[in-house]
């Protein structure tokens, strides 16, 4: 395999206190014993990836999970050890750590920044108690308002938090309040997903029986509609089809996935995608540290991707940057072929439908698109 000279990084904290009643992430509750053998063993993978690659440029970090905030500060201390002995980490690239707002304080944070952290994303999903709690998130939203200002007193200038919308019962103007509530406290970037019930979570089950009512998909696009009207009269520019950045605060880290670049995932779970090639480690801590301790492979799932494959995922993933799209540029420098080589056929019906937009170099969603992005996507598989 060729390695890149520059890669984004992604570490995976697979470990929560418990798993709330929408999530099928890859995350355990309860293994508090086992934070510092999976440390132990993140930092092996990071310095054996480290040694192959000849020591690469991280163009960005992200570390994820799960709550990597459950971690203490010697622990993420080792960790950034290991990716500075593996990694050139050119200052003010940016650095983002997840983070769930409970339990943490200043000196905690202001730890955190001086590993290198300069951005911090928040979970907090809603600001209603009854929302907090059909989700069950282990925080109040009075606790992520106390968070938010003890990362700024920490120094941070550079915060994202997360949102649900579409919650079963949930009214357009319990939304609003929300999103109101979060505006208030500033963030210069906001993450605001639609909820999808996905199956095997405790959400799916209650509404499989009858406990909670499905979620409206109707009354989720109008406030996804009021969202985007709402955030831009508050300066805020929209992206991606999810999120919105005040100018200069974009997630550098996530853009290198919307621009089917190249980056390397640490940790259990965690995906990579090097080289026309994907691959996924082994999910459990515990397989992943026995099979670091055996130094035998990591991975659960691989698969080397033609051309064609590679082609349609870079315009599904790029139709998701809002204003910046998929340039035809880029496209042809790839693959040496242009778009419309490849998909008139395709584009000009998705014209027709009104769903995308195409000006002879860059290929766009149109604001309709943006509601119905799966419609558009399936049709370049």
Known sequence: MEFPEALAVYIHIPFCRWRCSYCDFNIYAGMQRWFAPYIEALGKEIRRFGERAGRPLARTIYIGGGTPSLLPLPLLARLFEALHEAFRIPPGIEITM?????????????????????????????????????????????EACAHIAMARAAGFANLNVDLIYGLPGQPLHRWQETLEAVLALRPEHLSAYALIVEERTALHR??????????DPD???????????RLAEAGYRHYEISNWARPGHESRHNLVYW?????IGFGAGAHSFIDGRRWMNVLHPKIYIHRIEAEESLIAEEEPLDPRTQMAEMIILGLRLVEEGVEDARFRARFGHGIVEVYGAVIEGLEELGLVQWNGARLRLTGRGLLLGNEVFWRFL
């Open 259 to 263: 621009r089917y670049e190249p980056y």
């Open 206 to 215: 209650w509404i499989r029986e009858g406990r909670v009512p499905a979620p």
């Open 219 to 229: 009354r989720a696009a109008e406030m996804y509609e009021w969202t985007r009207d």
């Open 98 to 142: 997840e983070a769930n707002p409970r339990g943490l304080s200043v000196a905690y944070l202001e730890g955190v920044r001086q590993l290198g952290v300069n951005r911090i994303s928040f979970g907090v999903q809603s600001a209603h108690p009854g929302e907090l709690r059909l989700l069950r998130r282990d925080h109040t939203f009075e």
